[in-house]
């Protein structure tokens, strides 16, 4: 019920010729098909060197027909814009009919059943996609659909060194872990994010358009807290506003096996369980000691612990039993 479309194009004419884009393609493709636990993620088509602008769009049709969950399409090669839109081209692309046009594929988007439907570009001028004119009702966006372009409609695509595009490869770590939160699933808008904040002002810029109604997570990691963990957040803090108590018993190494200087009450197991917990918490900025700069201190002073305003989303999540 998950499918992916996975598009690399070297092979263009001549000086056309590209280098990258295959093994961006093939890059994306490995990373798409398994989760970070190893565990199948999307049922992945991975087509290199597509050759005809007809050959494309009979791909774009079986991608986008059915009822699945979700259904992604990654495209890496050339793009172009002219007065009449944008495209992605295709090796018999000439002038005027350069491959398969933005408002093809939007329309192949507009008129599909599945729920979700994410299209990710790497190619120059992509972030015309979308942008096509009041004249088409294709260019609003239909609800579940997801774009993120590696740049805007007037500017090109750039490459790395080592062999990928840079909005590639910045896709790629983020699809790895980079753009995960903290329960590990990584979607289409913090991909951007993340993509957003490493490119500066002066480099190649990308652009989201999402018109979603539910959060679609394009891959699983290794969370970094665990659901179980996090869901005693509600118990730890029954009422978001409230401070939980603290007291040396709540240290482990405030313990008479350890030679420093103790303060009553010792480590009692039951506490130290919490606290590591709420350490665990205070890691990924849902919790914070008050008046203490460490969690240690806010124990071994008898003082407290809050939640933060990340921390009070979370609360609400684990209350309406999302989580």
Not at 260 to 287: C, R, T, W
Request: with cysteine; proline share 5%; glycine share 8%.
């Amino acid at each position: 019920m998950r499918k992916a479309l996975i598009v690399g194009i070297n092979d263009y004419p001549g000086e056309d010729a590209l280098t990258g884009c295959i093994n961006d393609a093939t890059a994306v493709a490995t990373t798409l098909s398994v989760n970070g636990d190893g565990s199948p993620n999307f049922d992945v088509l991975l087509k290199t060197n597509v050759k005809t602008k007809s050959d494309l769009k009979t791909l774009l049709a079986e991608l986008f027909s059915g009822d699945s969950d979700i259904a992604l399409f990654y495209f890496a090669g050339h793009g172009a814009v002219n007065e009449l839109g944008g495209y992605l081209v295709t090796p018999d692309g000439k002038k005027y009919d350069e491959g398969i046009s933005m408002h093809d594929l939007l329309t192949f988007s507009k008129n599909s059943k599945v729920k979700d439907k994410v299209i990710i570009l790497d190619c120059c001028h992509s972030g015309a996609m979308g942008s096509i004119g009041n004249d088409f009702p294709e260019s609003h966006l239909k609800e579940g659909t997801s774009i993120l372009t590696a740049s805007k409609s007037d500017e090109p695509s750039m490459e790395t060194p080592n062999g990928h595009g840079v909005f590639t490869e910045l896709l790629l770590s983020a699809l790895q872990g980079g753009a995960a939160d903290l329960r590990g699933h990584i979607s289409p808008g913090g991909i951007y994010a993340y993509i957003d904040q490493a490119l500066g002002p002066w480099d190649q810029r990308p652009v989201f358009k999402t018109n979603v109604t539910r959060f679609t997570s394009l891959r699983t990691i290794q969370p970094q807290v665990s659901p179980e963990t996090l869901r005693k957040i509600a118990e730890y803090f029954p009422n978001p506003q409230d401070d939980y108590k603290l007291d040396p018993s709540y240290e482990d190494t405030n313990s008479k096996e350890v030679t420093h200087e103790l303060k009553e009450p010792y480590a009692k197991k039951e506490n130290v369980i919490v606290f590591k917990d709420l350490q665990k918490l205070q890691s990924v900025g849902l919790v914070v000691p008050v008046d203490a700069s460490y969690m240690y201190f806010a124990a071994m002073e008898s003082k407290a612990c809050k939640l933060t305003s990340l921390g009070y989303h979370y609360w609400r999540l684990v209350k309406d039993k999302r989580i």
